[in-house]
Structure formats: C-alpha cells, structure tokens
C-alpha cells in the first residue's frame, strides 16, 4: 500500500475517533444544560438526535477526506433503503409508530403506564420500541407498533389521583355510623387530600353484606404509603367500633308455609 494512502486511511480513522467521542462529549454537556428545564422525554428525544445528525457528520466528514463520490454512496443507499424497506416492513411500522409516539407524547420516561396485562415504568422511547421495567423488577421490550394500536393507560400522568377501596359491612350495621367512622378515617390520614374532597358512598345492598365505597384522593407518589397505612387503620377502627366487616353467608329459606328444616348435632365416639 502507498504511504500516501495510509497515511490517509490513518487520518480518516483518527477523524472517526475523536469526531465520535466529541460528539459523545457534546450530547452529554447539552443534556446537562438542558436538564434544568426540559422534562425526561424531551431530553432523550434530544440525545439521540444531536447522536444520530453528529455520527452522520463524522461520516460524511471521513468520505469526503478519502475522497469518496457521495453521490454515488447516497443512491446507493437510496436504493438499500428501498430493499431494506420491502424486506422489513414490520421494523418500518414500528419506525413510523414511534414518530408518532414521540409527537403524541401519550407518557414520558418515567411514567408507569398499563399495556394490556403488563405494568411498568417507562425506561426509554426508542424509534422501534419502548422498553419498560415492571413493578417486580423485570426488562419489557414492547414494539411501538402495539402501543399505538392497544389502549395505554398513563398511571401516573396527573399529579394526583383517587384510590377507590370497596368495603362490605354486615347488615346489622347503621349506615350513617359506618360513613361517619369512615370518614374520620380517611380524615386522620397523613397522605389523603383535603381537596379533592374523600368520596364515601353508600354503594348496593350486596348479597351478604352494605357495600361501601371509599375514594381517596392522594399526591401519585404516595400510592404504597397510603394502601399500607389506610386499610391497616380501617381494620382497626372498626375492631375499635364494634362494626362487623362482611363475609359471605348462605340462608336457606323455604317459604312461611314451611316448616323449618330439622337439624341434629350427632356427636362421634370412639
């Protein structure tokens, strides 16, 4: 090989390095600048943008040095897109799905969002799929294509939210008692809101028991706090207050013309 020519293959390559770690080195000094004022979302689409133009530059910049026809390489790759295009329709759909993802904004990194039967927190939006890390710790790969088609539920796009707990008490009990004790509990609590105002309703007369409903409003990071804290505190006030929490019976009835059913305790020996 000529020395020229290694010398410039050399250069090309020492043009690659540092293009690429300056680029490196400038995405992460514009993340940090912008991190005061963006949210997660508008950040890591910023990343890999200024990422993606920068590697293109390097390149571009290292062709032109070895004096390659870019217009050639360019028709070269319009045609290998083309291909790659036919060949990879599933991944275009999912290219395409994520351009709308990061548009629409339906959640942001860090969110917790529900996709069917899976819950997670929101890793990272990618151009072909969105990765998530469920509650219990596991890596969810999900491709853009499904999120637009499925329904997502954003857990945690508000900053509040209501935590509705469905309680049974035995018939015996007085209604207006129940929702007064109720509401002393909701009150007393530390992370429940003032306002919005708790929702404590009488809801139906269940098959065995006066069925309740308690809606809880909180600040969305308070979710644990609040269950732990709020069903332990009505368990005990209720053993405080006599009030019989339900369980399900079964009464046999056989009409007022009927005699009862005759019953008779034997007992075993040995």
């Known amino acids: 090989m000529d020395p020229l020519e290694l010398h410039n293959i050399l250069y090309a390559f020492g043009i690659f390095v540092v293009g690429l770690a300056l680029v490196y080195l400038a995405s992460r000094l514009v993340m940090r600048a912008m991190k005061p004022h963006f949210s997660p979302h508008h950040l890591l689409l910023a990343q890999k943008s200024l990422l993606y133009v920068g590697i293109i530059l390097v390149v571009c910049t290292v062709l032109i040095h070895l004096q390659v026809n870019l217009t050639a390489v360019l028709g070269a790759a319009g045609i290998v897109t083309v291909a790659v295009g036919f060949a990879a329709q599933t991944s275009l759909s999912n290219l395409i799905s994520g351009l709308f993802l990061l548009g629409e904004r339906p959640f942001e990194v860090g969110d917790i969002i529900v996709v069917g039967s899976t819950r ?129 019976h079964l009464t046999v009835y056989a009409g007022s013309n009927t005699q009862p059913f005759p019953v008779q305790v034997e007992q075993k020996t040995s």
Do not use: C
């Open 120 to 248: 997670g927190v929101v890793m990272s939006i990618d151009l072909l799929s969105v990765k998530l890390r469920t509650l219990d710790n596991l890596f969810v790969r999900m491709p853009n294509e499904t999120l637009i088609k499925a329904e997502v539920t954003t857990v945690t796009r508000f900053p509040i939210r209501r935590m509705d707990i469905n309680i049974g008490v035995a018939y015996k009990e007085d209604v207006a008692r129940v929702i007064r004790v109720l509401k002393e509990i909701v009150d007393a609590n530390p992370n429940s809101l003032n306002e919005p105002e708790p929702l404590i309703l009488f809801k139906d007369f269940g098959s065995s028991s006066l069925d309740f409903l308690v809606g809880i409003w909180f600040e969305k990071t308070k979710f644990l706090d609040l269950k732990n804290s709020i069903m332990r505190e009505i368990k005990e006030r209720f053993d405080q207050e006599g009030i019989e929490i339900a369980f399900p």
